[in-house]
């Protein structure tokens, strides 16, 4: 899989915590938007900065990442979800994806990490799971990417 300068820097061995202690969950009922809450801390003192908008994504996507192309492909579900809403998108549903990308562990110790988004809903902050991308392998294969 070919990726772009920035995906080569992510490091995967030394990747910020998942701050499950700090987040407060909800379901949205949708199948890709949902919303976490922090309790605690903003989404930039937990996470590892990867693209700063969906353009700086699309563009990495276009120019043939094969990692930004999966996060991109997440990104655009969760835009179809919230299309989707029309008329019903109120309360929690207000919140709206910000697109700046801040990778984190995956919680409970798996191999992968989780993609969020800073999103805004009236005065509240949320934090929005793009994506979780694990990695697995049978020994002595080669290692697979999972969305």
């Given amino acids: 899989m070919t ?8 490091p995967l061995d030394g990747l910020p915590a998942f701050p499950d202690e ?7 009922g949708l199948t890709y938007f949902h919303q976490f809450f922090l309790r605690t801390r903003e989404l930039e003192s937990v996470g590892f900065k990867h693209h700063s908008d969906l353009q700086s994504l699309r563009a990495a996507a ?14 655009d579900c969760i835009l179809a979800d919230i299309d989707g809403l029309g008329e ?26 989780l993609v ?10 949320a934090v929005c ?13 080669s290692m697979c990417l999972m969305l």
């Fill in 62 to 75: 276009a120019a043939g990442c094969g990692l930004c192309r999966l996060i991109e492909s997440q990104a």
């Fill in 116 to 125: 969020l988004t800073n999103g805004k809903w009236e005065r509240k902050s």
């Fill in 88 to 113: 019903e998108r109120r309360g929690p549903f207000e919140c709206q994806p910000q697109f700046d990308l801040w990778l984190t562990t995956l919680p409970n110790g798996r191999a992968g990490f």
């Fill in 129 to 141: 799971p793009m994506a979780a991308i694990g990695f697995c392998a049978e020994e002595g294969a």
């Fill in 22 to 28: 700090d987040i407060a969950r909800s379901l949205s």
């Fill in 3 to 10: 990726l772009c300068d920035l995906c080569k820097t992510i």
